[in-house]
């Protein structure tokens, strides 16, 4: 029998389309599953990272504090050494002038110990200078850091400064690291997503299905595409070299001030572009640069709050403002430079609408900290520019809370003069500029300059008689600036005086107010006046800021129990002058570019002087710190010393080669316009030379020039003396000569 064969049965269409799509889908899932270990295993490498880029900072932060306390004990201590190298330097000085002294007979037993005495306090003090950075003569000395000591802390805090930018940068990394972390995860949600649609996929019908795969094959395409990408793209970390240009920018912008003219923001500025062009995203070296560029363009670098700048530096600042804001930066300081930004563009380029904006950034500033009066200042400017006066009183009568109180609400007293009145003129000065711009404003400017003052100068005291002031004056010195007047009805004893000074550069960009010397200040009689109830107020510029004033124009606003009682103007004629520092003889002055010091005649704490390179020209300054004068009254005792230095000026060749012996000129200096009236002995009549006890002024010829000469008693019983010599050509002028100049420009800071 033969078998007859089996029937194959083929299988159907449908059944195979299905065994070859689950065969397909298989494939898929594998390759989505293996994409999910994948992007599994970046995701760890990634919070790895993450993790350790954190802990990189947090070790940064952590050395950047302890290099911030070595550097503050460390400047302390070079401080305090220096302190010690100026004591010692004294006690060299009070030994000679105890030696120079009449009772001292030279060769005698008592002038051998005063020598000997002399000697071991200045090698003394040479050892003690050893030990310390701040000597005579450094960057980092009183003399050469009007700051002092911003620039020995701005050097002692670079290695801070790089630890910031470094710990900032690994801040960076560690975001960039958890923004991988967060893109991985979604990615691995996609293959998740992907997978579940496979799986789903095989039990339902044909037509769903294939969307489904459809939709998954793009979510693993996609996930692994992305994870392909993301890895051409690691995060790294920013070259440590712009750490090191922003540690420079720093110690630039900290001290630009001690460098000539505008050099020292140049190179900030080019050391910050350095650091954002290593580092693009650094929002910090932005906010920097943003300074740098506003001062760049103002005329007042060095004020407390500044105000004034150009418009291009003002643009300028407003974009690296908006790139540190648009990177993250959201602090205080930010947000309220960039609301004073978009003031001063809306009052000096009429965009009413940035203040809006302005509003909006101080709104969130005051948020983070409520008892910032500069933030309470610039709402009110703000809200003023608006045209909402009354919203503008409420904000400056709570700057004037915040500015005597650190804490407004705890009552806490600031009890800081200086700081007080530096918020005050960071506040008269923008509401200058918008009465400038704004002249529909002019009375509500008025208004509420008063309401400062009257706040903080005088703390609203009561009120009191209205005084009248007229033939208020304004003159201006090299190192001072002084107000005369009429002031009828004023009692001293009761009524006070509040007085800011304004000064406004040749672009004429706008009056900023000097905060170092404005503020409450007494009147004082003026016996030299000859019209009725005279007063005026002298401020030592010079002394305070140790720098001159400048060419420009000056204002004055007087204001008496809170009220504005006069305002005057002036120019400033003089040139430009630098300020020369000289603690040992407690006198400071301003001098020409050029002149040097004459070493042969430097002795500290007795004598000074400073000369052109031929030395036709100079000025000089002897202190008799013990006279042991044995007159009757203190003018004699100045015309004394006056003499006896006269007498030095020609043995000790201060005055040019052949110049010969002094002789008194009694004539000639009051013919001329800027000449005085002389007295019967040639001397000046209304000599003021420093305030001192005893003050006389006159005026040498000798052969080829001529000399002022001018001498006092100071409080403790010192005797100054200071001359100032040029050439005939110097001073047959119809002006006021140079040597003249340089003479008014001497202050005491005693």
Known sequence: ????????????????????????????????????????????????????????????????QGEIVRADDTARANIDIYAYAEQQRTEDANAFQEYLAPSVQQGSSEATVLQDEEARWQQLASLTDDLTPVKPGTPYSPQNDINFPTALLANAEQDSNRLFALEDANDQLRSDWQGRVGLLSVILTMLAVAIYLFGLSLTLQASIRRWLVGLGVVLVV???????????????????????AYARGMLQLETFYTQPGDQGLQAADADFTRAIQLRPRFAQAYLERSTVRFLLGSPTPTSGIASITTAAALQAQGDDLQRAHDLGLDDKLL?????????????????????????????????????????????????LGQGNTSQAHSSYVLAVQHTLYTDAAGKTPRNDPAAEETYVAGALTPLDLLAQHRFDLSSAVTSLKELIVDGVDRKGAAESSGAQVTQLALDVFPGELQWTASIAGFDPSSDNVSTEWYYEDPQKLGWSVIAAISGPQSAQPDSNATYANPYFVIRRYLQVTDQCLQPGQYKVELYIDGHLAGTATASGTQPKLT???????ALDFCQPAGWTQDQSNFLRGFSNGFTTKDGSAGAYFVRFQNPQYSGSDKLSEAESFRDEVLQLAVSQGMLPSGSGTPQIDCGSQGSLPWGPTLNSDCTRTDAYFLGLDGA???????????????????????????????????????????????????????
């Open 696 to 750: 006389n002024e006159a005026w040498y010829t000798y052969s080829g020039g001529v000399m002022h000469i001018g001498s006092g008693v100071a409080p403790d019983g010192a005797v100054g003396v200071a001359f100032s010599f040029g050439t005939d050509d110097e001073w047959n002028t119809q002006n006021e000569p140079l040597p003249d100049q340089v003479f008014d420009s001497i202050v005491s800071t005693q």
């Open 335 to 383: 947000l309220n430079n960039l609301a004073a930004n978009r003031m001063l563009e809306a009052i000096t380029q009429n965009r009413s609408s940035y203040y809006g904006d302005a509003l909006g950034y101080l709104k969130s500033a005051i948020a983070l900290d409520p008892n910032d009066p500069l933030l309470y200042y610039n709402q009110g400017l703000a809200y």
């Open 1 to 64: 029998m033969i078998k007859a064969p089996e029937r194959v049965e083929i299988p159907e269409e449908e059944e195979l389309r299905r065994d070859r799509f689950a065969r397909i889908l298989a494939v898929l899932i594998v390759v989505a599953t293996l994409g999910v270990a994948t992007v599994e295993y970046l995701h760890s490498i990634a919070d790895r990272s993450a993790d350790s880029a954190g802990v990189a900072a947090q070790v940064l932060s952590i050395q950047r």
């Open 579 to 585: 300020a020369e520092v000289m603690p040992d003889l």
């Open 222 to 244: 996609g996930g692994l595409a992305g994870t392909a990408v993301l890895q051409l793209f690691n995060p790294t970390a920013p070259p440590d070299a712009a750490a090191d």
